[in-house]
């Protein structure tokens, strides 16, 4: 079975500061994506990056970007600059897609505090 | 354009009412998924439908719970004789194909007393 394991139940930044949010996943499909989405507080969930398995280069969307290590099935999310407005839940999820419909299999998020 | 609307945006329940969740994904999107994320947990896959065909329930997590999308847009998902363990947020979200981005409704927060 596909697993994503957020060990960080929260974090805390400062303002302007950078952090870095932990994800592993265990899978043993070979055509895979990986995600993170956010989801502030009593709002919608939206997608912040992802990662197609089988591109060695890490995604960047401006301030977020990711470290993916596949030997080490490591997606670690790192914001920079943080601002208030990225306080949210941060959940990392992955996507099989070789022979199944591609549902999302979500970690059980970090919840992300930023200290102005 | 739109996005994906749910409602009820809360609903609440007896033990043992039958309550009908709907999802108005975006025009368009063929892929349909429903999720239900409980109190301080990630989204869990409950059923998913191409157009109308639904073609992975696996996830319902017993016949109490049923879902359609008829006319393959809006879809429903009904739940009988509602239990405590019910209690969670149910997702939906549309994409306009597997490999493409999922977009999210706000959810529909299901409290059953």
């Known amino acids: 079975a596909q697993t994503v394991t957020q060990s960080q139940p929260e974090m805390s930044v400062q303002e302007a500061e950078t952090v870095t949010l932990s994800c592993t996943y265990d899978t043993s499909e070979s055509d895979y994506y990986l995600f993170w989405y956010k989801q502030p507080p009593s709002r919608q969930m939206i997608l912040v990056i992802r990662q197609e398995a089988y591109k060695q280069q890490n995604a960047t969307e401006n301030r977020f970007s990711v470290n993916f290590q596949k030997a080490a099935k490591s997606f670690s999310l790192k914001i920079s600059d943080s601002q208030l407005g990225d306080a949210a839940m941060y959940f990392c999820?992955?996507?099989?897609?070789?022979?199944?419909?591609?549902?999302?299999?979500f970690g059980k998020g970090t919840k992300l505090s930023v200290k102005p | 354009g739109a996005g994906v609307s749910q409602s009820p945006r809360y609903k609440v329940a007896k033990r043992g009412q039958d309550v009908a969740l709907r999802c108005d994904p975006i025009s368009g999107h063929v892929s349909l998924f429903w999720y239900q994320q409980a109190l301080g947990q990630g989204p869990e896959f409950l059923t998913y439908?191409?157009?109308?065909?639904?073609?992975?329930k696996s996830g319902l997590p017993s016949d109490r719970f049923f879902a359609e999308r008829p006319e393959g847009s809006v879809s429903t998902l009904k739940i009988q004789r509602t239990q405590q363990e019910d209690s969670a947020v149910y997702l939906c979200a549309s994409s306009q194909g597997v490999r493409l981005e999922q977009f999210f409704g706000p959810g529909t927060r299901l409290t059953v007393l």
């Open positions: 999820a992955s996507s099989n897609y070789g022979g199944s419909q591609g549902n999302l299999i």
């Open positions: 439908f191409q157009n109308e065909a639904q073609l992975d």
